[in-house]
Structures are given as structure tokens and as C-alpha cells.
């Protein structure tokens, strides 16, 4: 029973279970048999070593945790590769690490700090270049927006009228972790994600332009 006076349906899966039902829902399962053996092994390390719902659940269903679509979304390939892999997961220093995964890196990805702001930096989620991520239809993109319409999606992080928005601090990809919005009123300060959430963008790795 919820706080609000409801009631919280909570599916209880066999890791391996819960497998076969992400991997489909996060990859093409036409993919080759190594990667999809590879991404079962993410997404059973992912599931073990995170808790999105405190003592409530252990896994979101969706983009929050990992896309789980359950036995009706099971097919062969993403299966035999499960059991392929069966108790495999990713470790550091004995202990199972939350192997993030995403659909375009745009070619390089980034340190844990400069996603996660404030999150302790760890070896293995250090930015590396990803060479093959020119096969994503999202590899570049362009959003083109008015000057009226860029502050109004920016509301009150502008004082008075914009002017610009000046990059102050980038990661190593090097996205943005740090910018100022430069109004006729002042400038306000904020961070790449803020800016990614009120603009719409793809990514934070992002340049402005007028």
C-alpha cells in the first residue's frame, strides 16, 4: 500500500527472467550473438547493483532504469544469449558496478562527474572514444530556435532579455557542465543537464550559436 492511499503492483522476476525481458526492449535482436551476450551481461550487472525504488522495487520499467517489456517481448536470439551468459556480470574490485548504457555517444563518452554532478569519480567510468557511433542517426544534430522562442523554453534563467549563453565549463567529451545565460538584466548560472531538459536537446555535448 502507497502513502497516498493506493496500492503499488510490484512484478518479482528471476534475474535472469528479468533479463530476457530488458534485453529486447534496449537493443535490435537481430544484433549480433556477442553483442547481444553483451548487453545481457549490462543489463544484469545494471540490475544488480542499483535500486531505483528504495525497499518498495528494485527497477523502474522504463528509460528511468532499463526498458523491461516482460515475456511477451522475449524473442529466441536475446534469449539464448541470456543463458549464454548466465551469472555473468561486470565487477570492480569484487564488487558489481552499474554498467550505463545509451543509444549515441556522438563519439566519445564522458567522465561520471560531468554526467552526474557530484557523483565520486571511479576508473571505470572515465570518458573513452567511441569510433563507431557515426552509425547513429543522432551521431550530429542541429535545433534551430527563434530568440523568442529559446527564451521563453529558458523562462526564469533569463533576467531581462537574452542576449547569449556562454559555455563556462566543459567535460572531457567535452560536454557541458557548466554555463551562464547572459540577459539585458544580468546573468544567471546553470548546468548542462538544466539546459538539455528546458531546450530539448539530444545531449549536453552542445555548442550555441546565433
Known amino acids: 500500500e502507497s502513502a497516498l492511499g493506493g496500492m503499488n503492483v510490484v512484478n518479482a522476476v528471476d534475474i535472469d527472467d528479468y533479463v530476457m525481458g530488458v534485453v529486447p526492449g534496449e537493443v535490435p535482436t537481430s544484433w549480433h550473438e556477442e553483442a547481444l551476450k553483451a548487453q545481457s551481461v549490462a543489463a544484469r550487472s545494471y540490475a544488480l547493483s542499483t535500486d531505483a525504488g528504495g525497499s518498495l522495487f528494485d527497477q523502474y520499467p522504463d528509460t528511468r532504469s532499463q526498458v523491461y517489456r516482460g515475456a511477451k517481448a522475449e524473442v529466441k536470439s536475446t534469449n539464448a ?5 548466465a551469472g555473468e556480470v561486470v565487477k570492480y574490485k569484487g564488487k558489481t558496478i ?3 548504457f545509451f543509444s549515441t555517444s556522438g563519439g566519445r563518452t564522458e567522465n561520471i562527474e560531468n554526467v552526474w ?8 567510468l572515465k570518458s573513452v572514444e567511441d569510433p ?4 547513429s542517426p543522432r ?4 535545433i534551430r530556435y527563434s530568440q523568442a522562442t529559446m527564451q521563453a523554453k529558458l523562462g526564469n534563467l533569463v533576467k ?3 542576449r547569449s549563453i556562454k559555455v563556462t565549463k ?3 567529451s567535452p560536454r557541458v557542465v557548466k554555463a551562464r545565460i547572459v ?5 544567471t548560472t546553470t548546468d548542462g543537464t538544466t539546459l538539455r531538459a528546458r531546450l530539448g536537446l539530444f545531449d549536453t555535448w552542445v555548442s550555441f550559436k546565433r
Open 183 to 187: 540577459g539585458s538584466r544580468g546573468s
Open 170 to 172: 566543459r567535460g572531457v
Open 139 to 142: 551521431h550530429t544534430w542541429t
Open 132 to 135: 563507431f557511433d557515426d552509425a
Open 81 to 85: 544469449a541470456v543463458r549464454a551468459t
Open 117 to 124: 554532478y557530484g557523483a565520486t569519480p571511479v576508473p571505470y
Open 98 to 100: 552499474a554498467t550505463y
Open 160 to 162: 531581462g532579455k537574452l
